[in-house]
């Protein structure tokens, strides 16, 4: 009995973990990974200002074009968990208007 018990409260400890670690604060927005490129490439890049500027501004309208790229392809609806076989759904609208599903078994998954 005390057994199941230390393993409940193991579980819930586990649990509450990591939905407190997935707060919106600590996730990676996408101005703050923008912040991080642009401060690599300072630290890495010695340019003057009149070449500074003409990397910004290829560099901003190449950033835009990505995210904008990126979320027209397709839009995640939902995320789905298969508990038996263990395994991924995703629910997505695809730039046509139509949805589409994914499955994917996560006990038949290989590197590459």
Excluded: C
């Excluded at 586990?14 to 407190?20: A, E, H, P, Q, R």
């Excluded at 707060?23 to 990974?33: A, G, N, P, Q, V």
């Excluded at 642009?38 to 309208?61: G, M, P, R």
């Excluded at 995640?76 to 991924?88: C, D, V």
Aim: zero cysteines; charged letters at 30%.
């Amino acid at each position: 009995m005390m057994i199941k018990n230390a393993q409940l409260y193991l579980l819930l400890l586990l649990i509450s973990t990591s939905v407190w670690g997935q707060t919106k604060e600590k996730r990676m927005s996408f101005e703050r990974l923008k912040a991080l490129k642009i401060n690599y490439i300072i630290e890495q890049v010695d340019l003057n200002t009149e070449e500074e500027s003409f990397v910004w501004s290829a560099f901003d309208k190449y950033e835009k074009t990505v995210y904008i790229k990126y979320n027209k392809k397709m839009k995640l609806k939902r995320f789905l968990l298969r508990f038996h076989p263990p395994g991924i759904i995703l629910e997505y609208l695809k730039r046509s208007g139509e949805i589409e599903t994914k499955s994917i078994d996560l006990l038949n998954l290989t590197p590459g």
